[in-house]
C-alpha cells in the first residue's frame, strides 16, 4: 500500500482541483464575487491545517529568511494565480482553465528552456506539442465555450502557478514539512486576499447557509 501512497495522494489531488471550478461557477451563480471566494476558501483551508499541525504537535518555527519567502510565494504568486484562475471561470468553462492549468509542466519546461538552458529532450518536446494539440482540440470542441479572455487570464495564472511551483523548490524551504510551507503560504494569500476586499469594499459574509457550505467545500476539499 505504502507503494502507491504517491500515486494516490495524486488522484486525490486531481479530484479536489477538479471540483474546484465547478464549486466556484456555483459560488458566482449565486452572487458573490471573485475575491470573496478566494479569501473564504483560504481562511476554511488555513483554519484545517492549523488544526491538522496542532493535534499532529508539529513546529510552528521558521526563520525569517523563511518566512519572507513563503509571504512573498503566498502573498503574490499564488494570491495572483489564484484570482487568474477564478477571475477566467467567469469568462469561460471550467474544463478549459483547468486544462490550461494543468499544463504548468509544460511552462516549467519551457522556462527551464529559456532562462536556465536546460536542454530539450525528444520526449519533452513530443509532450509539449501533444499538451498544446490537446488544448487546441478542447477549445475547438463541439458546445465549448471559449472566451479569449478568459483563456489569456488562465493562460497567466497557469505561467504565474509554474513560477510558483519552482519557488518551492527552493533551498531555503527544504528543511520544512510540506504541510508548515503550505499552511504559511495560504496564511499570507488569505491576509493580501482580505487586505484587497477591504480596500475594494467587497462584501465578505456569505448570505446564506448554502454559500457558506460551498465556501467551505471549496477550502477544505479543493484546495
Sequence with gaps: MKSFRGEICVILSTLGFGSMGVLAKGIYESGYGVLATLTFRFYFAGLALLVYLVLARESFRISKKQGLLLAAIGGFFYSAFSICYFAGLRFTDASIV???????????????????????????ILCLVLSVLALYILTRSPGANVNLIGLAVSLVGGILYAVYTMLLDHKDLQSLSPVVTTFYIILSTGLVLTLICLARGERLLPISSSQGLSLMSLGLVST
Excluded at 509544460?106 to 528552456?113: D, E, G, R, S, W
Aim: glycine fraction near 4%.
Design 98 to 124: 483547468a486544462f490550461v492549468f494543468a499544463l504548468y509542466p509544460v511552462i516549467v519546461t519551457l522556462l527551464n528552456f529559456f532562462f536556465f538552458h536546460e536542454t530539450m529532450s525528444g520526449k519533452k
